[in-house]
């Protein structure tokens, strides 16, 4: 309807320049200078993506998009005077956080997890904003939050089209003009079926797709096309707010099947059960008895090897069973339990987490072990890392079942695990292990003389600068070592590759400390100690 078919209906209309705003119950669509924003920050985040993101090295480029993203996304938020949800808030802030990792850490794996984390932080903030509760985001929510925000994106993306097609049509012939907007893609569909059938149509079909791809010149239009689509959704979903289905989550819904409280709570005591005779069957095993070890003829070095995987394992299961099972238990109250159910449905989940820990502790005292006799890898501090980060968790999930803050709420406690995973990642970026992971490696080998050489030089460039300036200590075979490792990985056919420029956006503080020391290392050959083996 235009604005004289509402105002013979007795709807009030507001005239907003080339654009007319209802101002019927539920109704939200944004006026002109609104809508010229939306699509000014979309395009500037799309070109953003396209020029500096797309098929470059990660570095401070990540940083700024994911600034004009938060940018984008915080004005859409807080459009018609609305306040930001605090959820959205500390998502959009650990992004902006987190993403400055990029530009410091050259790690892969680092990169990789903060380009992952950001873009579920930043559709977790979308989906909040677009009137999602933030309370009823978990981690489950926001793990399937870029997902479903690609979806409802896609949609928005068309609703603002035909709103597009609706302010060029100036309020007259709309339905004509929207039905050739549907049926131009319809009828091209159908030519293209058909033109297989007459070499007429197959010569126009295939001049169209030479010109088409003529237009594309490469991946770059594509890529700027599909960014452009999904920002624009995402900035629109924020901007208009609540919106028929748009309120449906990623793992939601009624659970296809539900327990009680004393089923959950047998369940439970099994388990701590289980923990309980593990933990009193064999205590020398867990804290490292050696007369133990030579008694049952396991060997020291196997003991240190043994086992703190699977005990990993075990205790984050024993974490997600508890979520899984209130996620299933049906909470209406029952007048027949009795007060020692009561008692035993509250400690048991508190018994086994306390069981966990001790379990976390001994995984944690079996790797230092391993480390100190073999040596200190990235994938053991990986591992203890993720052993600090389980006992976090466990004591987290202790806190809310143990009720300081009302009734258990699984999704709360997932919000703060994603806090601590968001800090952990940002602690591995910003600190460097791997410089850490040398000079232990190097302290080792004082202490025994043993030292794999080929692993350190084989870490990435984060650590080049702690190998070179260990060589000076190290006999000359391991400056050989690291020189040929380091020619063979950054040395290129037709020039040296540490040399080649980088525009400034691929700009990272890791990657250029790391090569100026590579470069170092490869144009001379040091001051390595004369002697030894490098081993």
């Known amino acids: 309807m235009d604005g004289e078919a509402l105002r013979a209906a007795g709807v009030p209309v507001k005239e907003e320049g080339w ?18 924003g939306l699509w000014i920050w979309a395009i500037a985040a799309a070109w953003a993506g396209t020029a500096i993101i797309f098929d470059t090295p990660v570095g401070i480029n990540w940083s700024i998009w994911v600034a004009i993203l938060s940018g984008g996304l915080v004005w859409s938020a807080t459009r018609r005077g609305r306040r930001i949800d605090p959820v959205a808030g500390w998502a959009i802030g650990l992004a ?3 993403s400055w990792g990029a530009a410091v850490t050259d790690n892969e794996l680092f990169q990789g997890l903060i380009i992952c984390a950001c873009g579920a932080l930043l559709a977790t903030a979308a989906r909040v904003a677009a009137r999602v509760p933030g309370k009823r985001m978990g981690i489950a929510q926001m793990l399937g939050a870029p997902a479903v925000t690609s979806v409802y ?7 603002r089209a035909m709103d597009g097609v609706n302010v060029v049509a100036g309020g007259r012939s709309r339905a004509v003009v929207r039905g050739l907007a549907i049926a131009a893609p319809v009828a091209a569909v159908f030519a293209l079926m058909l033109a297989g059938a007459d070499p007429v149509l197959a010569r126009l079909r295939d ?18 096309g599909s960014l452009g689509v999904v920002i624009l959704g995402t900035f629109g979903m924020a901007l208009r707010g609540h919106r028929d289905g748009e309120t449906h989550l990623a793992f939601e819904g009624v659970p296809a099947w539900s ?12 388990v701590a059960i289980v923990f309980g005779l593990f933990l009193a069957l064999q205590p020398a095993y867990l804290f490292g008895d050696l007369n133990a070890h030579r008694i049952s003829g396991v060997s020291y070095a196997d003991y240190a090897r043994r086992g703190f995987g699977e005990l990993t394992v075990a205790a984050t299961a024993s974490a997600v069973l508890i979520l899984v099972l209130d996620r299933h238990t049906r909470r209406e109250a029952n007048p027949g339990q009795t007060a020692w159910a009561v008692t035993w449905g509250y ?18 005292h079996r790797v230092s072990l391993y480390e100190a006799f073999y040596g200190y890898t990235m994938l053991r501090v990986y591992v203890q890392a993720c052993i600090v980060g389980v006992a976090i968790a466990l004591v987290l999930l202790a806190s809310e079942l143990a009720g300081f803050e009302g009734d258990f709420d699984g999704r709360r406690v997932g919000r703060r695990v994603a806090v601590v995973a968001a800090v952990f990642l940002m602690a591995f970026s910003f600190a460097n292990p791997e410089r850490w992971v040398v000079a232990r490696n190097v302290d080792r080998y004082r202490a025994t003389g043993k030292l794999d050489m080929a692993y350190l030089a084989d870490l990435s460039v984060n650590g080049a600068p702690a190998v070179v300036a260990a060589l000076s200590e190290l006999p000359a075979s391991c400056g050989d070592v690291v020189r040929n490792r380091y020619r063979a990985l950054y040395q290129r056919p037709r020039g040296d590759g540490v040399n080649a420029p980088a525009p400034w956006f691929e700009w990272n503080l890791r990657r250029r400390r790391g090569l100026e020391a590579v470069r170092t290392v490869m144009g001379a050959r040091g001051e390595s100690q004369p002697g030894g083996a490098c081993g």
């Open 19 to 36: 654009r007319t705003r209802t101002q019927a119950a539920g109704g939200d669509v944004d006026g002109g200078a609104v809508s010229l």
């Open 96 to 98: 902006v956080v987190v």
């Open 153 to 159: 994106s896609i949609l928005e993306t068309g609703r």
């Open 207 to 224: 001049l169209g797709g030479q010109w088409i791809a003529s237009l594309m010149l490469g991946a770059t239009p594509a890529v700027f």
């Open 259 to 270: 327990i009680g409280q004393a089923e959950r709570t047998i369940v439970i005591a099994s």
């Open 347 to 364: 400690w048991c989940p508190l018994l086994l987490i306390g069981e966990v820990l001790v379990v976390l502790v001994s995984a944690w």
